[in-house]
């Protein structure tokens, strides 16, 4: 077994309230963290500017992969469509961009062999979700036992990637009272598919009604700044 | 059933010997192709523009998305130690990248779903390779199931991915053969890892070996431009 100290994981930090939470956890569980972001020409490109703020101020290594999706659209979040603000609904939304997550944990498995880290966490949610398949534990699942299948160190054994995923089974509301339970400042997360310029959340999108009703429901005081008063 | 002309494939386009044999594999059995290679820092680049030949000779949409593995390290084939000359090893050699199939076929997956094209090819061999374990056919399965977990096309029921691996179990011997057979000009091709500033083949490198073996066992000429005699 190794060491307290040899705990590393790699945590995919978007900058959003899931990830900050996942961040939080990881920590309060004793990994010394390496937080990856990405950036695919998001549209919410303050997402970006409060990962890497949440990272620094927690003194943690944070690096950004620039990748280019757009190439292949398909997809609202990067600018193809309109962000639609009429509620949630069953299907899956134009929001989705595909093999996000696919693409996102491939790029943590080559970071996590270099590293030599076991444990990749994500923010991934399968209730109050947005409707995501890659957000599901049997994607996870078959991910992870692909991952053990591509990678050297996995071939040879001395890794055994495991993909983490702390919220997958909690409600909004339950992700809120935990991340306050651990003291995370949620001000400075970032939720909002299309804010204003000056950054403030729309308030109508999937993202703010999903950020929006965990904190009614938690009966936790929003500190989000949205444009105007949507409650 | 589909029509014939609806047959439309991904084909990963690295611009080497493989991948153009598998191009010509697929675009004979009657796919409508589209190309996908990746900049990846690779010191190899006359690879990159091998594969934009190939594919505007033959008609073919090509694209390349940039994607930053130097981020991660930890391979020969970024620049980050010495390519190795003293022929093929039983271990994982350095020029192994990490997870690089795994970024590739993520990227192609949400390609995929975009264009709305089941087959994805590529040009793996788990016979004559270097040993890198995201080559073998396991590997290839688990990816397989994972991608159709994870995308919303998959969970729809409107695609049903395939990873196409026609090279799996050729030797390179056998996949000249029928290269040549379906007209490819492998002098067109690049297969080298440390090519000189001429883009000639450096002989030594274990993908050079490779080939040259192949073409010899093949009793076919080898059409490469190596930097000097190395028979």
Same mark, same amino acid.
Request: hydrophobic content about 35%.
């Given at each position: @077994? %190794?060491?307290? +100290? ?35 020409? +998001? %549209?919410? /490109?303050? &997402?970006? &500017? ?10 943690? =290594? ?7 999706? !757009? ?6 979040? #990067? ?10 609904? $069953? @299907? ?5 961009? *595909?093999?996000?997550? #696919? ?32 957000? %599901? ?13 591509? #990678? ?7 890794? /055994? ?5 702390? =919220?997958?089974? @909690? ?23 299309? *804010? =204003?310029? $000056? ?11 999903? /950020? ?9 005081? $929003? *500190?989000? !700044?949205?444009?105007?008063? #949507?409650?």
């Amino acid at each position: @077994m %190794r060491n307290a +100290q040899d705990k590393k994981a790699i945590v995919l930090l978007s900058g959003g309230l899931d990830s900050a939470t996942v961040l939080a956890i990881a920590m309060a569980d004793g990994y010394q963290c390496h937080c990856l972001s990405f950036d695919y020409g +998001q %549209r919410h /490109r303050f &997402e970006l &500017e409060a990962a890497a703020r949440i990272a620094r101020e927690a003194g943690i =290594l944070h690096h950004t992969i620039a990748i280019d999706l !757009r190439a292949s659209g398909g997809s609202a979040l #990067t600018g193809d469509t309109e962000v639609p603000k009429t509620g949630i609904q $069953d @299907m899956i939304p134009v929001t989705y961009v *595909p093999a996000r997550n #696919t693409i996102f944990l491939a790029h943590a498995l080559g970071w996590s062999e270099v590293l030599e880290i076991n444990d990749i966490f994500i923010g991934v949610n399968a209730i109050d979700y947005s409707g995501y398949p890659d957000c %599901r534990p049997e994607f996870i699942s078959a991910f992870e036992t692909m991952a053990n299948l591509a #990678t050297k160190a996995g071939v040879e054994g001395t890794l /055994r990637i495991r993909i983490r995923t702390p =919220l997958i089974s @909690m409600s909004k509301k339950e992700i809120i009272q935990k991340g306050i339970s651990l003291g995370v400042d949620y001000s400075k997360t970032h939720s909002c598919y299309d *804010p =204003l310029p $000056d950054g403030r959340a729309c308030g109508h999108c999937d993202s703010c009604r999903l /950020r929006k009703k965990g904190f009614t429901d938690a009966g936790i005081n $929003d *500190p989000t !700044r949205y444009a105007h008063n #949507t409650q």
